[in-house]
């Protein structure tokens, strides 16, 4: 079965600077994709990146990298120059690279960004 | 273009009744997911619908149950609810081809005192 883990329940960060979130995974197959997530208060889920899990270039979209790294299942999400827009719950996800497949989401991390 | 629509917002409901949330996917996607989002916890997978049957489902006892109509809508069941039933039920749609951009709907926050 596959598992995700988000060690760190609640960060805060200031305006303007960098923070990184941390996700672990454990799953035996060899493709699959990565998610990271982002859930306001306004409760919509909003895809933040997605990583191929055959892909070693790590996934950029704008303010927002990942160090993807393979062989530890490691999947961490880094948000550069902290917007107040940012403060939310972000979620790590995994799916199998199988149409249709259901995907296994880490608990999550709550983020507040500080003017 | 009309992203996923779900209903009710929120629904409150006693032990024991029954619950029906209805979700409308993104024009064009065959496919709708369910998703069980306890407090503090992160989403639990349901029920999977495609072209009307369902494909897949996750670890929840039989009274969760639903459908997926022809115009691809679909309905969660939740029969005989229990007090831990309350939570947040997000639907998602995606295409049949493209299953790994699943799009996200608002919620349903289902309350059972």
């Known amino acids: 079965a596959q598992t995700v883990t988000q060690s760190q329940p609640e960060m805060s960060v200031q305006e303007a600077e960098t923070v990184t979130l941390s996700c672990t995974y454990d799953?035996?197959?060899?493709?699959?994709?990565l998610f990271w997530y982002k859930q306001p208060p306004s409760r919509q889920m909003i895809l933040v990146i997605r990583?191929?899990?055959?892909?070693?270039q790590n996934a950029t979209e704008n303010r927002f990298s990942v160090n993807f790294q393979k062989a530890a299942k490691s999947f961490s999400l880094k948000i550069s120059d902290s917007q107040l827009g940012d403060t939310a719950m972000y979620f790590c996800?995994?799916?199998?690279?199988?149409?249709?497949?259901?995907?296994?989401f880490g608990a999550g991390t709550r983020l507040t960004v500080k003017p | 273009e009309a992203g996923v629509t779900q209903s009710p917002t929120h629904l409150i409901k006693t032990r024991g009744q029954q619950a029906t949330l209805r979700c409308s996917p993104i024009s064009g996607h065959t496919s709708v997911y369910w998703y069980q989002q306890a407090l503090g916890l992160g989403l639990q997978f349901l029920l999977w619908y495609d072209e009307g049957e369902e494909r897949n489902r996750g670890n929840f006892p039989p009274r969760f149950s639903g459908r997926q109509f022809p115009n691809y809508s679909s309905e969660l069941n939740v029969n005989a609810l229990e007090l831990e039933d309350s939570a947040l039920y997000l639907c998602a749609s995606s295409t049949r081809q493209v299953s790994y951009e699943q799009y996200f709907g608002p919620g349903t926050r289902l309350t059972v005192t």
């Open positions: 799953t035996s197959e060899s493709n699959y994709y």
């Open positions: 990583q191929e899990a055959y892909k070693q």
């Open positions: 996800a995994f799916m199998k690279h199988v149409r249709g497949n259901d995907m296994r």
